[in-house]
Antibody, heavy 121, light 110 residues
Framework: EVQLVESGGGLVQPGGSLRLSCAASGFTFSNYPMNWVRQAPGKGLEWVSAISAISGSGESTYYADSVKGRFTISRDNSKNTLYLQMNSLRAEDTAVYYC???????????WGQGTLVTVSS | EILMTQSPATLSVSPGERATLSCRASQSLSSNLAWYQQKPGQAPRLLIYGASTRTTGIPARFSGSGSGTEFTLTISSLQSEDSAVYYCHQYSHWPPSMYTFGQGTKVEIK
């Protein structure tokens, strides 16, 4: 059974940092691209970042314009864990952050339960 | 950016009746469209990918159709547990930063 379990959310002041983790199990983690998707309170879904599966040329990373230069996605395939380092946080980053596994193409076939990040003074 | 427009914003349907949700894209997607269901306090769940392929474990009353710019999710006989927000998601145009979600359709039980 595929499981994705996020952690690391919490309350942080504007300008602060947090690192989110997503522990994966039930599939060969290194073989699949992984994503972070967020949802602001009462709002819709917004893609945040993606990281490719491991390949001969290394890993590729992608970011939404709204987080580029502030957030860094990474993965540790030895620990089956996905990360999102979030720096220079803003009030508009307040959201539930979900990690999501990609399916055979680029849709998301499994999602974690989410972790809430609140940016407020 | 490819804009995804879902309609209606809210749909109220009686149990056993058909629910038809629409998703329109600003550019052609071929069949690179997925549908997700999200119940209050829960993570989204994949229902349909490739515009019309039901994922494992999804009841047959859920079906997807369409290609290009017009897509439909149909719930053939609405059950009480189908009350949720439904999102379409296009993954047609690389890179991933180009992938976008619709704003959602809330399905209510009348």
């Amino acid at each position: 059974e595929v499981q994705l379990v996020e952690s690391g959310g919490g309350l942080v002041q504007p300008g602060g940092s947090l690192r989110l983790s997503c522990a994966a199990s039930g599939f060969t983690f290194s073989n699949y691209p992984m994503n972070w998707v967020r949802q602001a309170p009462g709002k819709g879904l917004e893609w945040v970042s993606a990281i490719s599966a491991i390949s001969g040329s290394g890993e590729s990373t992608y970011y939404a314009d709204s987080v580029k230069g502030r957030f860094t996605i990474s993965r540790d395939n030895s620990k089956n864990t996905l990360y999102l380092q979030m720096n220079s946080l803003r009030a508009e980053d307040t959201a539930v952050y979900y990690c999501a596994k990609e399916g055979s193409t680029w849709y998301y076939d499994y999602w974690g339960q989410g972790t809430l990040v609140t940016v407020s003074s | 950016e490819i804009l995804m427009t879902q309609s209606p914003a809210t749909l109220s349907v009686s149990p056993g009746e058909r629910a038809t949700l629409s998703c329109r894209a600003s550019q052609s997607l071929s069949s690179n469209l997925a549908w997700y269901q999200q119940k209050p306090g829960q993570a989204p769940r994949l229902l349909i990918y490739g515009a019309s392929t039901r994922t494992t474990g999804i009841p047959a009353r859920f079906s997807g159709s369409g290609s290009g710019t017009e897509f439909t999710l149909t719930i053939s006989s609405l059950q009480s547990e189908d009350s949720a927000v439904y999102y379409c998601h296009q993954y047609s145009h690389w890179p991933p930063s180009m992938y976008t979600f619709g704003q959602g359709t809330k399905v209510e039980i009348k």
